[in-house]
T-cell receptor
């Protein structure tokens, strides 16, 4: 079955540290990839998406992600995190049938000031 | 635009009771989805509706039914609630094109507790 793996369950960083959250997916065909963020008590919001073209995708709030087809990966990065980045982050991929998204289990990021 | 709205925000049910979660979107999206979110499990798809008039099962459909009432509204019904259905429920909508779903827009969620 298709799946999305997020390697880090909980990441703890200090402000200004760099961030990289891993995401690997199992589907080898044409992929649509997404990163969503859920701030405490809020609903999910789209950070960035990849459909085609430049594999380095820039999103909101200084986040970026790199699609590496050979590694089936779509890792999320930010050069310098802020306390306000404390949230849960979800990677998602379009399913093989093209009908819905499959989400990873999420990574909780805690940033201390 | 309100985006995706859900009612109620909170609900407590006793085992065996039934209820319907309501969802509406004003973005003229074709596709709508119901997810449940549980700690450490991420989001799991319950049901989805690719377009008005169609519904399909997702990863965890047992114990749920859905109705795509019209293009705007997609409801989720629990016929006989069980404690295992205690969760946060999110509705989402998206455009849909030949290559697959576009990004999904989420509602604020319904926190359901079944005692």
């Amino acid at each position: 079955a298709q799946s999305v793996s997020q390697h880090n369950h909980h990441v703890i960083l200090s402000e200004a540290a760099s961030l990289e959250l891993g995401c690997n997916y199992s589907y080898g065909g044409t992929v649509n990839l997404f990163w969503y963020v859920q701030y405490p008590g809020q609903h999910l919001q789209l950070l960035l998406k990849y459909f085609s073209g430049d594999p380095l995708v820039k999103g909101i709030k200084g986040f970026e992600a790199e699609f590496i087809k050979s590694k089936f990966s779509f890792n999320l990065r930010k050069p310098s995190v802020q306390w306000s980045d404390t949230a849960e982050y979800f990677c998602a991929v379009k399913n093989q049938a093209g009908t819905a998204l499959i989400f990873g289990k999420g990574t909780t990021l805690s940033v201390s000031s | 635009n309100a985006g995706v709205t859900q009612t109620p925000k909170f609900q407590v049910l006793k085992t065996g009771q039934s209820m319907t979660l309501q969802c509406a979107q004003d973005m003229n999206h074709n596709s709508m989805y119901w997810y449940r979110q549980d700690p450490g499990m991420g989001l799991r798809l319950i049901y989805y509706s690719a377009s008005e008039g169609t519904t399909d099962k997702g990863e965890v459909p047992n114990g749920y039914n859905v109705s795509r009432l019209n293009k705007r509204e997609f409801s989720l019904r629990l016929e006989s609630a069980a404690p295992s259905q205690t969760s946060v429920y999110f509705c989402a909508s998206s455009e849909y094109f030949a290559g697959g779903p576009y990004e999904q827009y989420f509602g604020p969620g319904t926190r359901l507790t079944v005692t």
